[in-house]
């Protein structure tokens, strides 16, 4: 995952930041250290005290289950596939083992170095970044709550709608229920937590009228071993 502001700019190289400087949610905080060690346990924690598992230890691991569907989906594109936030690797990886090209986009160090292990590419950078071949791209893919990124779901969709070539499709993993909210959130595992940030979530109708915002059209929804995906295309 890749939680990071339209206004964000992460730090380059793997220095840890300085007293001088601010933390930045997913790279200076708990997810880098359970990214590195390849397992959890890891939490979303909220404003309110609630807290949320990541599942790190299936981020870690080999594409497995749904993911199948979202590779599945970008086999025979014409242009190659953009994983926005693809944390460890498991789907950039799925996606060159099935033949499609792909690409993962992540500013944590310690994800683009996994991504690298896996045998795949990514970037580090954020998804607002200038990144190679925008409006060229065959399909983006926000999977594993990456929807939440910067905490603007249809400014979020709207960059992914810029990144596409016409008739490209935008894969998002959505909410289970049928929410729509903003909140303010924190990485957190068992030795501390890292900087707030606002992160956000949404229910599949919810995405859909972001994404007629964003100008991308509904093309298909589907559930898969609990979990919930939208088919966006760009006109």
């Known amino acids: 995952m890749n939680a990071v502001t339209k206004a964000s700019t ?22 880098g250290r359970a990214v590195r060690a390849g397992r959890g346990p890891l939490w979303l924690r909220r404003g309110d005290g609630s ?7 299936r981020w870690c691991g080999p594409a497995a289950g749904a993911d199948h569907g979202l590779v599945l989906r970008c086999l025979g594109l ?3 596939v953009l ?17 499609v090209p792909a690409l993962g986009v992540d500013i ?17 950078r954020s ?18 709550g990456n929807l939440g990124i910067g905490g603007d779901p249809a400014a979020l969709l709207g960059r992914a709608a810029a990144l596409l070539a016409p008739g490209g499709l935008a894969l998002v ?3 289970a229920e049928p929410v729509d909210e903003v909140v303010t959130v924190r990485v957190e595992d068992p030795d501390g937590a890292g900087p707030p940030f606002r992160w956000a979530r949404c229910g599949a ?31």
């Open 10 to 31: 992460p730090p380059r190289g793997d220095d840890l930041p300085t007293a001088e400087h601010a933390a930045v949610p997913w790279v200076d905080d708990p997810f």
């Open 51 to 57: 807290r949320v598992v990541l599942e790190v230890d």
């Open 78 to 80: 014409a242009a190659p």
């Open 83 to 99: 994983d926005l936030g693809c944390g460890p690797g498991r789907l950039v990886a799925a996606l060159l083992e099935a033949g």
């Open 108 to 124: 944590c160090a310690a994800s683009v170095d996994r991504t690298a292990g896996l045998g795949g590419l990514a970037l580090r």
């Open 127 to 144: 998804v607002f970044d200038r990144l190679p071949a925008e409006g060229r791209w065959g399909a983006v893919l926000l999977a594993d």
């Open 173 to 175: 993993e959505v909410a």
């Open 205 to 235: 109708d919810a995405t859909a009228r972001h994404a007629r915002a964003a100008g991308l059209a509904e093309a298909d929804r589907w559930t898969s071993h609990g979990r919930v995906f939208l088919s966006l295309r760009r006109p």
